[in-house]
């Protein structure tokens, strides 16, 4: 794919996911360019043929792929990606805290930075999902919500530095959603799953993306998303 400079961008990380996928898709949908960063090269080829696939692992130390760095702009952002392994702290290896925080908080920040000049060029859209809403010291699932608490705060930082550039951050706090990241969770706490009772994932990512029609001059900061007839 050749983006041209007239082009909307969109990139999505976690794009081969149970949410990535429609993110992607809708993405497409709305006309944007969109850069899909995965794992899995069999599963980013299984994604539009218009998505540019992009292979980076985020729980190694690599750094952002080069292809990233020469973004001329960049319109839109959806850090997606995550892992939420549960494990209690006693039983939280050292290399599991690593790991969980390279794919939930340091990859994120190094992609940011990565792609900043074009979502300054761009007066682009940083949006990080974060966890299930005022999610706070759970048992057994401290490394996940640490974490994603130190996403929080980085979305709030670079949001105070970056508004001079007309750059927007939104952190996205959704229920549960019924993805296969979601069932695995559940086992592990061994609690029940019903797939019909979480929120679609399709819903989910029009949701998400229901930020960026937001007017000049006012646009969602935070959004908790949940289902009706649930606290």
Do not use: C
Request: glycine share 6%; charged share 20%.
């Amino acid at each position: 794919m050749v983006i041209d400079h007239t082009d909307r961008v969109a990139l999505v990380t976690g794009a081969t996911g149970g949410l990535g996928i429609p993110l992607v898709s809708q993405l497409v949908e709305q006309k944007y360019r969109v850069i899909a960063v995965g794992r899995s090269h069999e599963k980013l080829t299984e994604l539009p043929e218009e998505v540019m696939p992009v292979i980076w692992d985020m729980s190694t130390h690599s750094e952002a792929p080069e292809i990233l760095l020469n973004l001329k702009r960049v319109d839109v952002v959806v850090q997606n990606a995550g892992m939420a392994d549960v494990a209690s702290v006693a039983s939280t290896s050292s290399d599991l805290w690593d790991t969980m925080f390279r794919v939930n908080v340091s990859a994120p920040a190094k992609l940011t930075t990565a792609i900043l000049p074009g979502l300054r060029a761009a007066q682009g859209h940083a949006i990080f999902i974060n966890a299930a809403p005022k999610m706070s010291g759970v048992p057994n699932w401290s490394g996940y919500v640490a974490s994603k608490a130190a996403l929080r705060e980085f979305a709030d930082s670079l949001r105070e530095e970056e508004s001079r550039n007309g750059i927007r951050v939104t952190s996205i706090y959704p229920k549960g959603t019924a993805t296969r990241m979601l069932e695995k969770v559940r086992e592990s706490f061994g609690a029940s799953y019903d797939p019909n009772r979480e929120i679609n994932p399709a819903s989910m990512a029009t949701m998400i993306l229901s930020v960026l029609d937001h007017p000049a001059d006012a646009y969602a900061r935070e959004l908790s998303v949940g289902k009706p007839g649930t606290s």
